[in-house]
């Protein structure tokens, strides 16, 4: 095994083996991190730091090494999605009305890491109850992406919304980092980012204890620098759970092991509908390029139709924001987080509460959702979107029919300029065109670093699997990483 | 489909979101633009289709009827904005 010079850089196999084999100490590992963090405060990536916290961890686990009783993430410091309730560290959704919110409990995903033997670095931006695209509706401020175009000094949005987990991993402010996706908010930012974002099958992670945004498409997963790295976290991430009635009960393989199984006979279908007009050429070179990539290693190419593609962002701008609506009625002024000053009476209380509490974006989705499950509306709309999501998995069915797996662009372009897209929000929307399909059906998909514009910024590919294959989805990912051989990094000129 | 000042008015009152006068317009232009790319999703034909009830096909699961987590006020009411004695405080309710 050779391993980087700076601790920092290591990658979360390296860093596993590294420990357990007494090479570096999970206290001077976790020390480098926390120094990284602190250098890139510029980039606001974490919501709220845990260095002491993690130092304890860190030593907890350094005693059982010296006792050679080592767990599968014992001493690795990774950072957490504000998203996912630590128990006694603040969690805020990206929001100001949680942003005072410390949970009397953990996270069921998060519990599983720290049984593991994981150390917490921090909880990492977001946008606001991961709504958004580019971690630009977030309450404490954007997350900036360590990534600039070449020859330029604008600042980057690193997609979102799991956009400071996203930057956490690619500036190397922690081994990796768990991320959340209902539209696409662990894909797309892993895409723009040069990093490897997975997002599970529905139901092999447990939602308890992450903020609720839409129940039915909600689903963590890792965000890492390599396959391998997402195989090992995604196995201690998923369990089934009792707290979760539709965390489903089947076996987690060892993903590990599988990643390097190689494509060799693997049919893999290339969904002529994610032809999209007006992209970037790059975009689709990138893709015929994975394609011969995939080709090259022995797997058998094939064209498939998914006809509903254009129907899954709007049939999912119905069925999100109905769900968010729904589950942010909690927010109440009453019981946690923000409450309004000098109100007459409650119904006052509520509306001000929340009004206050709520960005611009959250407001929007709340109403729409609102309207669309309003009387009179529920059918045309809601009950409509519902029936396209039916169809939209009935393609994914006929389509794994004829191969093993997807390989599709992950995003319709790179990340943009802060600010860039933020005056139309059905552009922003557009962002997730790639993705979302995916959740409406509830399947698992991976972003893979594949390849850099004429300007230097990251793109990604993506494997679309059938449900609970994550083995090989994990595996033709592995294929495609190690085919672009993608080993740029960002130039380091924040916290200098 | 679209909205008008009056369903936006209405919507906000539904949703327990307060909405200045002044930014019912905007809301209404912002819906509307939504409204109008969803209305897309008209063109399909949906005849015969099952709404998705369940996005991964599996049983309800069942437990035990009985209590396993709470008798804990304190830790209930430990971020309540406002609470008293392991009680939350509300604005008067009944006059």
């Known amino acids: 095994m050779s391993l980087p010079a700076t601790p920092t850089e290591f990658t979360l196999a390296d860093a596993r083996d590294a420990v357990a084999a007494k090479k570096i100490s999970s206290r001077e590992l976790t020390g480098a991190f926390v120094k990284a963090i602190e250098a890139g405060r510029s980039l606001n990536a974490f919501v709220t730091e845990t260095p002491e916290k993690a130092f304890a961890m860190a030593d ?36 100001h009305i949680l942003s005072n919110f410390i949970p009397p409990y953990e996270s069921t995903v998060t519990q599983n890491l720290w049984d593991a033997g994981a150390v917490l670095l921090g909880k990492t931006n977001m946008d606001e109850f991961a709504m958004g695209s580019s971690n630009e509706t977030s309450w404490f401020k954007p997350v900036i992406s360590p990534w600039r175009a070449k020859g330029s000094n604008e600042h ?57 945004f839409a129940s039915s498409l909600d689903q963590a997963g890792p965000m890492t620098r390599t396959v391998r790295d997402a195989a090992i976290l995604l196995k201690q991430m998923a369990s089934v759970d009792a707290l979760d009635s539709t965390s489903v009960d089947v076996p987690v393989p060892d993903y590990e092991a599988a990643v390097n199984s190689g494509v060799k006979g693997l049919r893999i279908g290339i969904p002529k509908e994610y032809r999209v007009d007006g992209a970037p050429p790059e975009i689709d070179a990138l893709w015929q390029k994975g394609a011969e990539w995939l080709k090259a290693q022995g797997a058998e190419i094939v064209e498939v139709s998914l006809p509903h593609t254009k129907y899954a962002l709007p049939a999912y701008y119905i069925v999100a924001p109905a769900e968010a609506s729904s589950n ?56 409509r979107a519902q029936k ?18 997807l390989l599709t662009p992950a995003t ?35 972003a893979v670093p594949a390849g850099l514009t004429p300007d230097g910024l990251p793109l990604g590919l993506q494997i679309i699997g059938k449900a609970f294959d994550e083995a090989t989805v994990l595996r033709a990912g592995r294929a495609i990483e190690q085919a672009a051989n993608f080993t740029a990094k960002p130039e380091k000129w924040w916290g200098v | 489909m679209s909205v008008d000042k009056d369903t936006v008015r209405r919507i906000a009152r539904l949703a327990r979101l307060a909405i200045e006068e002044e930014r019912v317009e905007p809301m209404v232009n912002e819906l509307n633009q939504m409204l109008a790319w969803v209305a897309q999703l008209e063109e399909v034909d949906i005849a015969g289709v099952e709404p998705m009830t369940s996005v991964i096909a599996q049983k309800l699961k069942l437990r035990e009827d009985k209590v396993t987590a709470g008798g804990d006020a304190r830790a209930v009411t430990a971020n309540a904005p406002q609470a008293e004695d392991n009680f939350f405080v509300v604005p008067k309710v009944v006059e």
């Open chain 1, 412 to 446: 319709p372009g790179p990340a943009f300029a802060i600010g860039a897209k933020t005056a139309d929000p059905v552009a922003m929307y557009l962002n997730d065109v790639f993705t979302v399909t995916v959740n409406l059906a509830g399947l698992p998909g991976i």
């Open chain 1, 156 to 212: 980057f949005v690193p997609g979102g919304s799991s956009g400071g987990s996203a930057t956490s991993v690619a500036a190397n402010m922690c081994l990796a980092a768990t991320g959340t996706d209902t539209g696409g908010s662990i894909r797309q930012p892993a895409a723009v980012t040069g990093t490897v974002g997975l997002k599970p099958t529905y139901g092999r992670c447990s939602r308890w204890g992450i903020v609720a």
């Open chain 1, 388 to 405: 396209i999501r039916t169809l939209i998995k009935r393609d994914f069915e006929q389509a794994f029919e004829r191969c093993d797996a």
């Open chain 1, 328 to 383: 942010l009625a909690r927010y109440d002024g009453v019981r946690y987080g923000h409450r309004a000053e000098g109100v007459r009476d409650v119904i006052e209380l509520y509306e001000k509460s929340r009004a206050e509490g709520f960005g611009a974006e959250v407001r929007r989705r709340i109403l729409i959702g609102t309207y669309v499950l309003s009387a009179g509306y529920y059918d045309a709309y809601y009950t």
């Open chain 1, 60 to 95: 907890a686990s350094d005693a059982r090494i010296a006792k050679g009783d080592v767990r599968p993430l014992e001493g690795l410091p990774l950072a957490i999605k504000d998203l996912f309730c630590t128990k006694g560290v603040r969690t805020t959704a990206g929001s």
